[in-house]
C-alpha cells in the first residue's frame, strides 16, 4: 500500500496482493493478500481500507500503512497499557491520544483502579468505521461510562485542556500525515505540562532497525523534557523488521525499575487476563539491544 492507493500484487487467484510500502524508499516492501475488501473511503483526514486476510483476519490501513490486524492487536495494545498502568501503580487518570480502534481503550478500562478515560481521536469515521467492521478490538469499551471521547486535533488537545492525567498513551500512526504533529517537541512538551507528579508518557516509536531515526529525535526530545527517556520492546509480526519501540518520558526515576514481585502483585490485584503481557515481560522489555540502545541515547 503507498499513499492514497492500494497496489494490486500478483494473481494469484485467490485475491488480491495488497502491499505495504512504507519501507519501499529503503529498499523493502511487504505484501498481505486481500481476501476480501470490507470497506474503503477517503475520509477527509485520510484514507481508510479494512479488508479480510486469511492468515491476520481483519486488517485496518490508514494512508496505505497497516495499523491493526485481527491476529496479533493484543500484543501491541496490551504493551502500550499495561506496562505504564503498572508502572505507575496507581494510576486513576488516563489520556488516550489517537487509538481510533478502541483497542487501547478496551485495556484501559480493564483496570478498575482507572477512574477516568478521555481519548482523543482526530477522525471519527475511523472510530466509527472500527465499531462496525472490528468490533472484538474495542470489545463494548466505548461504552464505558469512564469514558470521555473527543474528536479533535491531539496536539492542540494537550494544548488547550486544563487537566491532568497519571498516564498519557500516544497511539498515532507514522510521523507522516495527521500523524506527523504528534512527533513534535511542541506536542511533547505540553503533554509533559498535564501530566501528574509521577506520571508518564508513552509513546508508539516504530521498529527501530528499520526506523531507527524515528525512536532517536523522539528519544532527543524526551531527554530535553524528562529525568527518564528510554523505550521498551515488544514483538508484533504485522510490524516487520523487528521488535517495536514504545518511548518512555518521565520524571519518576523509580517507574522503569518496579521490583518483579511487586509487579507481581499489581497484576494480580488488577485482575488481568492477558495473551502477552506478564510482568516478567514487563521487566525484559526495558532489556535493549546495542543497536536500540544507540538511539536512545546519541
Not at 506496562?83 to 483497542?103: C, E, F, M, S
Not at 487501547?104 to 462496525?132: G, N, Q, W, Y
Request: proline share 5%; net charge negative; charged share 25%.
Amino acid at each position: 500500500m503507498s499513499g492514497k492507493d492500494l497496489e494490486a500484487g500478483p494473481e494469484t487467484g485467490k485475491g488480491r496482493w495488497v502491499v505495504e510500502t512504507l519501507y519501499e524508499k529503503e529498499g523493502f516492501t511487504c505484501a498481505f493478500r486481500a481476501d476480501r475488501v470490507l470497506y474503503e473511503e477517503e475520509t477527509g483526514q485520510q484514507h481508510l481500507v479494512i479488508f479480510e486476510n486469511g492468515l491476520f483476519g481483519r486488517m485496518m490501513a490508514l494512508d496505505g500503512i497497516t495499523q491493526v490486524t485481527e491476529r496479533d492487536e493484543f500484543i501491541y495494545h496490551e504493551m502500550m497499557t499495561h506496562v505504564p498502568i503498572l508502572a505507575h501503580g496507581a494510576a486513576k487518570r488516563v489520556l488516550i491520544i489517537g487509538g481510533g480502534d478502541g483497542g487501547i481503550l478496551r485495556e484501559v478500562i480493564r483496570h478498575r483502579s482507572v477512574e477516568h478515560v478521555t481519548m482523543v481521536e482526530i477522525d471519527p469515521a475511523v472510530t466509527d468505521f472500527c465499531k462496525k467492521q472490528l468490533p472484538q478490538i474495542s470489545a463494548g469499551a466505548f461504552d464505558d461510562p469512564r469514558l470521555n471521547l473527543v474528536f479533535a486535533d491531539g496536539a492542540k488537545f494537550v494544548e488547550d485542556t486544563d487537566d491532568s492525567y497519571d498516564v498519557i498513551i500516544v497511539d498515532s500512526t507514522d510521523p507522516i500525515g495527521p500523524g506527523e504533529v504528534l512527533f513534535r517537541e511542541e506536542f511533547y512538551r505540553a503533554a509533559q505540562a498535564r501530566l501528574t507528579p509521577g506520571g508518564v508518557i508513552v509513546t508508539q516509536n516504530g521498529v527501530p532497525f528499520m526506523q531507527g531515526d524515528e525512536l532517536q529525535s523522539t528519544m532527543e526530545k524526551f531527554r530535553r523534557l524528562f529525568k527518564v527517556a528510554s523505550c521498551y520492546l515488544a514483538t508484533i509480526p504485522t510490524y516487520v523488521g523487528g521488535p517495536m519501540a514504545m518511548g518512555w518520558g518521565t520524571d519518576d526515576e523509580t517507574l522503569k525499575s518496579v521490583p518483579l514481585e511487586e509487579l507481581e502483585k499489581r497484576y494480580a490485584a488488577a485482575g488481568l487476563t492477558t495473551r502477552y503481557y506478564t510482568p516478567e515481560v514487563h521487566k525484559a522489555a526495558f532489556a535493549l539491544p546495542r543497536y536500540v540502545e544507540a538511539c536512545v541515547k546519541v
